[in-house]
């Protein structure tokens, strides 16, 4: 569905079912409906995916047309606490390698990841010194974002930091819990499926897991084999 704006009115133009359809789905990513993806029609660039929501969250368009901030503007524009309640000054982090920790107290998956990730995070340490980890809580309430974040080393997002942990969430599309993205020092995300490489090599040898030009096949693969173009060879 396009839309067409002129100086009287603005019209919606509907693209008739055929395989431009099919691709535009594949090439954006839907994965089901509704959905409404914004793109800047100068560059083709996508604005956001999550178009729905935006329009949920915010129907009277303030801030249309929904452009996501940087990550490193929202992390640095958010409080940071350890798991005594202390502040931590991101300024000291904003330059280092860095993972955010997606998770809930309520998750299943989740509670059973953490002391996983909790017992990697030093050997992390060890590789790459200049390495810091950020809660990003999902829990339903303080008290039990306070009960979890006391299981783990790292700094969270402040609890009262609710619009910066869903903005976080939207702009790195995360849609589920455990979900451990891994930035770069200038916060360029490196991988959004830190989960699922730390599962394939708990070793940490390939940390901070920058994308490969080759990979061994895995079952972390499947998700991207439906999203673009993969070339497959069995030796």
Request: net charge neutral; aromatic share 8%.
């Amino acid at each position: 569905m396009l839309t067409h704006r002129t100086a009287s009115c603005t019209a919606t133009l509907l693209l008739p079912q055929h395989t431009s359809s099919v691709r535009l789905s594949r090439q954006y990513r839907v994965t089901g409906i509704p959905c409404l993806v914004l793109i800047d029609s100068r560059s083709g660039q996508v604005i956001t995916r999550a178009g729905r929501e935006k329009v949920t969250g915010d129907p009277e368009g303030h801030h249309f047309p929904w452009r996501p901030r940087p990550v490193g503007d929202i992390l640095a524009a958010s409080r940071l606490v350890d798991p005594q309640g202390q502040e931590v000054v991101y300024d000291a982090i904003k330059s280092a390698y860095k993972g955010l920790y997606f998770s809930a107290h309520w998750c299943p998956p989740c509670k059973a990841f953490t002391p996983q990730l909790v017992a990697a995070y030093e050997k992390m340490k060890k590789k790459e010194e200049n390495f810091h980890m950020i809660f990003i809580s999902s829990d339903r309430s303080e008290e039990s974002w306070r009960t979890y974040h006391n299981t783990m080393p790292w700094p969270s997002l402040a609890w009262e930091e609710k619009e910066a942990r869903n903005e976080l969430a939207s702009s790195l599309e995360v849609n589920g819990i455990p979900t451990l993205v891994v930035l770069d020092p200038d916060n360029s995300v490196i991988t959004t499926d830190g989960r699922s490489q730390f599962s394939d090599d708990s070793t940490l040898e390939r940390f901070p897991w920058r994308p490969q030009s080759v990979e061994v096949l895995g079952e972390r693969h499947t998700g991207k084999l439906h999203e673009s173009p993969c070339l497959v060879l069995f030796t």
